[in-house]
């Protein structure tokens, strides 16, 4: 699992069958997301967070994780969504990007969904409000859409 974004794509499993990716998929409000789980290091709790002084609004701060600093990154003011309403489900997916530990800031986590490679569709202009340039594609199951996100449009901030 300590796969790296900078060369990201959605890593497909051989099977028999198919082709299969497998998203670990989470909540910001009501928009269901999911990430290529090999991308994901660990799912934690909220942790002490350091503000970081002078940095981009959608970064809440830095956090110690087992001694090693981690920037937090609000994926809603990434995504340009309103501040969420501190529920006490919030987590961070921590993830590598560029050689260092990144945690994404979620409303909730959901599942961890396999699915197959060809069943992902191109994304549409916008989701719910969020720029299309941030989704991968879209994936529908039977209640439910998951909009994949691309990491490099997420991460890649100046």
Request: aromatic share 6%; net charge negative; glycine share 6%.
């Amino acid at each position: 699992m300590n796969a790296t974004f900078e060369n990201a794509t959605l890593k497909p499993r051989e099977n028999a069958a198919a082709k299969e990716v497998q998203l670990a998929t989470f909540y910001l409000g009501d928009l269901l997301l999911g990430l290529d789980i090999s991308l994901v290091q660990e799912i934690n709790r909220q942790l002490n967070v350091t503000t970081a002084p002078h940095a981009p609004d959608y970064v809440r701060g830095v956090v110690n994780l087992r001694g090693e600093v981690v920037t937090l990154i609000d994926l809603r003011a990434v995504l340009g969504l309103p501040p969420a309403v501190d529920s006490g489900n919030a987590r961070n997916l921590i993830v590598h990007w560029k050689n260092e530990l990144v945690g994404l800031l979620v409303d909730r986590i959901a599942d961890i969904l396999t699915i197959p490679t060809d069943a992902i569709d191109d994304p549409p202009a916008n989701v719910g409000g969020v720029a299309g340039a941030f989704f991968r594609g879209v994936y529908s199951t039977k209640t439910e859409i998951v909009v994949v996100l691309d990491p490099h449009e997420v991460l890649n901030r100046e």
